[in-house]
């Protein structure tokens, strides 16, 4: 990693609310982190927690009922929660780019693969078409695609699954940006072509000093690949840090639980921590922390919305009981209710 | 090959195979002489496999290597194209054989998508207790009760019985899954992937149930998933399967310990642990071939790094390298070192 003197995203208290007609749905509330010139950062979250709409919001996707409702998103410096759609239109696709977890959504299926590269091409450089081909050819090549002169002329249907996920990348990659938000961009393909992935996105990375945002559900997926990890749960961040503090040194309950709930060497045949009951839903969110159903710590301190705790420099926990005492993860009581029902 | 005693389920030689339909166009230019290919689907491809009662077999394979297939087979969902299932002792191929019939009560599928496999207009108390009524197992005045007690060992509170399926979390539905059935009191359960669809720590939570209840039943089962880690921690012995075929089989240490196969030995590289932090991801090259035109031979040589010119030409035969672990590959490991 290395030393940045301006980072090349900084969230800072980020709160993103949907306006529904069933009520407000603090989607994401006060998420704060930096991402630097080079660096890959991972947020893990399960479904609901709102790692999506970060990523949305970055990229200034959220549409009615939805607004981004406070803090800053500052992109090399400058704060894209205040910027012009027409500006933020320039960077989009050309500085800041994203990868989604679907590649059929995001590319035209009715469009030729040369045709939607070259257009992305030319929108942000004033090159002509047959510069912007080369340009194009060279970035299917970078995501390893076989005979890309050939396989331009193709539609996104006549590609495989994970192939047309190394498109989708070659898109987001085209323009050289400066930040990649990643959508769980491996979640729908099989391991072997995941490790294809996750090996093209690397090099592209740390060969062109391109920051990463990966989002995820997959903690192991983020172990290997990323520096730094963020975990949210609910809307909030709730821990975040380098990768060995987290994965060593986890200090959220949640965090624990998760680390715990994973399926490894040492636990088969055993069984596995398990975090009772199921993520609360954020149309009913009150003001107390959102874990603490779940939380085996759970005090009468945490009716309130625990606070931020400083570990170190960039690590931060935001528990009124951190700590990462095994005692957590002795085995639930086997029988045990999974929780109430949503309503 | 006859069952060694405690073999509950046993394949012999089980293919199956999906003919396209063919549409009059085809069909015409196919009388008029043109030549095109038949259109055929190998889904699943002699295969030879028996699960002992008691055990978790766990089956391993990417998508469209045929695992979902099989599943269905040995749960007596399909028929085979070819080839013999025993259940108990007894042939199961043929499912117009009454006796048949009366066996697939003790065999039960649990599926991916407990969206899609419970019927969403029905209660959770019929969902769960229409099989053992129709079916005599328990006294229709004991049915409230027995589907009761189902609900609570599978952690499900039975206040919620008259709800709809829809009333459920995904990972609570696949808990009414579980005990549909458990139901009908079946000895053999096929399950196909039935964590992949929910979140980490709900999916600890359905795999928990699981092993006690398994313990609990002395269940069968057939665990299919994609997820490495998931069946290296629920199963007994693993089978690793690749466009039909059963590539590698082994006790589960012993298949995650000494990987023999080359497509085995990629898979496991590529599995992401949280002990393997900022690695250089490698990959197994290439994709997986569709199986409308597998390759010839092995199939797995177009991605094999051993590939020679046999593995072209024929397909390898499964031999048992060690007690117990079967590998089908020309150039398993030591023959390789040998020809170096």
Redesign the interface.
Known sequence: MRSVAEPTLQVTDLRTHFFTRAGLVRAVDGVSFTVGRGEIVGIVG??GSGKSVTGFSIMGLIDSPGRVVGGRIAFRGKDLVALAEEDMRKLRGNRISMIFQDANTALNPVIRVDTQLIEAVRAHRGVSVDEARGIAIEGLKLVGIPAPEKRMKSYPHEF?G??RQRLAIALAFVNQPDLIIADEPTTAL???????I??ET?KLCRERGTSLVWIT?????V???A?HICVMYAGRLVESGP??DI?DNPQHPYTC?????????N???K??????G??PPLLALKEDCAFRERCPRASKTCAKAPPESKLGPRRMVRCFHPGSDGDDRH??P?????GT??Q | MSPRGNELVQMKGVSKRFDQKVDPVAWIARTLGSRTGSEFVQAVDDVNLFVREGEVLGLVG??GCGKSTLGRMLAGLIEPTSGEIFFDGRNISDRRNGDSRKLALRMQMIFQDPFASLNPRKRVKDIIGEAPRVHGIVARDQLDSYVEELM??C???PA?RN?LPH???G??RQ?IAIARALAVKADFIVCDEIVSAL???????I??LF??LKSEHRLTTLFIS?D???V???SDRVAIMYLGRVVELAD?EEL?GNPLHPYTR??L????????????????EG??PSPLDPPSGCQFHPRCPFASDICRKVAPQSIERHPGHFISCHHPPTEQREAN
């Open positions: 399960e479904s495989s994970g192939m099989d391991v072997s072509i995941q490790a294809q996750l090996h690397q559900h997959d903690l192991t997926v172990a290997g690949l520096d990768v060995d994965l639980g998760l680390i715990g709930s994973i399926p490894s060497v636990s088969r045949k069984r596995l921590f398990q975090i009772p199921t993520a085995p639930a086997a029988g045990r209710r999974a029902l949503p | 990417e998508s609570s060992k952690g499900l509170d919620y709800h009333q459920f979390s990972g609570q808990r979140d980490v720590s709900i999916q600890a939570q795999l928990n092993m006690d994609h490495l880690g998931v290296e921690h629920v589960t995650f990629g898979l590289d590529e599995v992401p642990s949280l002990d393997r932090r900022g690695v250089q991801f490698a990959a197994i994709e997986i």
